[in-house]
C-alpha cells in the first residue's frame, strides 16, 4: 500500500498548481483523501478534504476558500488539488493521507485534522517566488 503526493514545483505568485496524490495497492476512490501542508518552522495544517466516492462532500480550511479545489479521477485511482492564484504564503510541502477506516468520512465534521488521518503519502514542494 502505497500513497504518493506529486506535482509541486516552482510558481510565480498568482500562478497555478495541480498536485496529485496517487494510490497503489487499493482503491482509493473508496477512502476520505485530505490534504495538509507544512511550512518550515510551522505547523502542519490541513488545507483540504474530498469524501470516498460514495460520500463526495468537499471541505477547505477559511485561508485557501476559492482558490483551492480538491476532486477524485478514480480511473486514475487518484485525488487532485488544484491550486489557482498562488501566495507566498502557501509555499510549503504538501501531503495527502488517509483515514485507516474506510467507512470513515472526516470531510463531514468541517474540519480537516491530522488526527483523523492514518496514512501519509511523501509530500511534494510547493515553492511561490518570483
Known amino acids: 500500500v502505497q500513497l504518493q503526493a506529486s506535482g509541486g514545483g516552482l510558481v510565480q505568485p498568482g500562478g497555478s498548481l495541480r498536485l496529485s496524490c496517487q494510490g497503489s495497492g487499493f482503491i482509493l476512490d473508496y477512502f476520505a483523501t485530505g490534504w495538509f501542508r507544512q511550512a518550515p518552522g510551522k505547523e502542519r495544517e490541513g488545507v483540504a478534504c474530498?469524501?470516498?466516492?460514495?460520500?463526495?462532500?468537499?471541505y477547505y480550511t477559511d485561508s485557501v476558500k476559492g482558490r483551492f479545489t480538491v476532486s477524485r479521477d478514480n480511473a486514475k485511482n487518484s485525488v487532485y488539488l488544484e491550486i489557482a492564484g498562488l501566495k507566498p504564503e502557501d509555499a510549503a510541502v504538501y501531503f495527502c493521507?488517509?483515514?485507516?477506516?474506510?467507512?470513515?468520512?472526516?470531510?463531514?465534521?468541517?474540519?480537516?485534522?491530522?488526527?483523523?488521518?492514518?496514512?501519509w503519502g511523501m509530500g511534494t514542494q510547493v515553492t511561490v517566488s518570483s
Open positions: 493521507a488517509l483515514p485507516a477506516d474506510v467507512e470513515s468520512e472526516p470531510c463531514k465534521s468541517h474540519r480537516i485534522l491530522g488526527s483523523q488521518y492514518d496514512f
Open positions: 474530498i469524501g470516498s466516492s460514495r460520500d463526495g462532500s468537499a
